[in-house]
């Protein structure tokens, strides 16, 4: 759960706020280098719940 956690307020967050701060003109630029490394780091949350799920399900 930790590791959810970390990914999610130390990557996605930011990022997020990133995007969201940005003009509309200039988000379409920016949302393809965005999504690449977003959806990388939502990857490794995913993986990241997997594994607590599997400890708690194995404890």
Do not use: C, I, Q
Request: charged residues 15%; without cysteine; positive net charge.
């Amino acid at each position: 759960m930790l590791g959810v956690l970390l990914v999610t307020f130390a990557r996605n967050v930011p990022w997020n706020n990133e995007l969201d701060a940005l003009a509309p003109e200039s988000a379409a630029e920016y949302w393809r280098g965005y999504l690449r490394r977003w959806t990388a780091w939502n990857h490794m949350r995913t993986l990241a719940a997997t594994a607590a799920s599997a400890a708690f399900v194995t404890a």
